[in-house]
């Protein structure tokens, strides 16, 4: 499946940061420490629905990772995945009267559009679950052959579902570091099914889904189906980045249970102790003070923005006024204040003699070297621009050298 458009990235002089992120697993802020490839994973969208300001919040944050790597000189592996074959898909389907292939690339084409438009660096490998399916099946069989897997008794309503035994590996829940009862309510709201008959613990995830009535389908040696969910990333991530990649990411609603089972499955079925050294996630958008979700039918969307005529600049600038890891909310006060920033920076770049640009720049770098610091960031260069603007223009080629910067780092074109 082909990727979207990637923006320019211009280099910036002087030395860059070496960037620290916190890890979930460990709950601590730790170096990245890449080789000259650094390897990045993040989960991608459902293709039901349009691209939300959830989405765009998180795609956002990992595109600033990838952006600090590249000044570090790293170079990098991206890959996101798609999730074009799940429930929500077939019932977004069935109630507009769409094929669900058909639906999928419609939304994903919007996706593409609306990361475009953001300026998010394109990851190399963009894989939809389709595209694996004997990838999967490969993985599948590794954990029954292993006996980390088993199928459910078919006498019991027709369907040998494959399950995953979710404690075949001994650290089960290292990643997300949730207990039993945070386990077990997540794993119910989360797209679980605790109560599923036959199933030898309500924690045990599926593997793959013998074919219903209605539903697409794939051949596999214990009978025609498709995917489980967490099964998906865990395939498509180690064939492509291998165990042990630097950065595993996604929305904090990932960590339990979809990354956990993720890393569970490939650990499981390689024997190997880690699928990533890094869990990195970012939280979640509200709108106005209230939880954004379709249920509430509050979600702010990319599209529905850009059709209003917001700069996508200001999109950017308004979800980087809160740290990536922090839960907060859009309003129109956010973008008010985006639009009065992107104004001032503008202004104080197109002087182009301005405050001491080398010291801007250091300060933009380590800010966001300390695991996305965007309100520092923010903050360091409104004190640039202030300064340029009360007449502390004393550096010739400052305007330019911050422009470039800014354009490199926090992926906004002045």
Not at 82 to 98: S, W
Not at 228 to 240: D, F, K, L, P, Y
Request: aromatic share 8%; proline share 5%; net charge negative.
């Amino acid at each position: 499946m082909h990727s979207w458009s990637a923006p320019a990235v211009p280099a910036v002089p002087g030395e860059a940061a070496a960037l620290r992120l916190f890890d979930t697993a460990s709950g601590e802020v730790l170096p990245v420490d890449a080789g000259p490839v650094a390897r990045m994973y993040v989960c991608g969208i459902t293709p039901y629905d349009t691209t939300h300001l959830g989405h765009a919040a998180t795609y956002l944050a990992f595109d600033l990772v990838y952006r600090q790597l590249l000044d570090a000189g790293h170079e990098v592996h991206y890959v996101q995945n798609t999730t074009d074959v799940d429930d929500p898909l077939f019932e977004r389907a069935e109630r507009d009267g769409v094929d669900w292939r058909e639906l999928g690339a419609i939304e994903t084409d919007r996706f593409r559009s609306d990361m475009e438009a953001l300026r998010v660096l394109p990851p190399r490998d963009y894989v939809a679950a389709t595209e694996t399916i004997d990838e999967v099946v490969e993985m599948v069989a590794e954990l029954l052959d292993r006996g980390h897997a088993y199928r459910i008794d078919e006498a019991v309503d027709g369907h040998a579902d494959v399950y995953y035994r979710h404690r075949a590996t001994v650290d089960f829940g290292y990643e997300s570091g949730y207990d039993d009862a945070a386990m077990a309510a997540a794993f119910a709201e989360r797209g679980g099914d605790p109560d599923r008959a036959g199933k030898e613990h309500p924690l045990d995830a599926l593997l793959w889904r013998m074919e219903r009535p209605g539903e697409p389908s794939w051949p596999s040696p214990w009978g025609a189906g498709r995917p489980g969910w967490h099964i998906e990333c865990s395939a498509i991530a180690r064939n492509r980045l291998g165990m042990g990649f630097d950065i595993q990411g996604g929305g904090s609603d990932l960590a339990f249970p979809h990354h956990e089972f993720s890393a569970a499955h490939a650990e499981a079925a390689t024997g190997d102790a880690r699928f990533a050294r890094l869990y990195v996630h970012a939280a979640m958008i509200g709108l106005d003070g209230v939880k954004m979700s379709k249920s509430l039918g509050n979600l702010v969307r990319v599209q529905q923005l850009r059709e209003q005529g917001v700069d996508p600049a200001l999109i950017r600038l308004g979800l980087f006024v809160g740290h990536y890891r922090t839960d907060r909310s859009w309003s129109d006060d956010v973008l008010a204040d985006a639009r009065d920033r992107h104004a001032a920076w503008s202004r104080a770049v197109a002087r182009g003699t301005g405050a001491d640009a080398a010291d801007a720049v250091r300060a933009l770098r380590e800010r966001l070297a300390d695991d996305l610091d965007t309100p520092g960031a923010l903050a360091a260069i409104d004190a640039w621009a202030g300064a340029t603007l009360t007449g502390d223009a004393s550096d010739p080629g400052a305007g330019a050298a911050v422009a470039t910067a800014i354009d490199a780092l926090l992926g906004i074109r002045l």
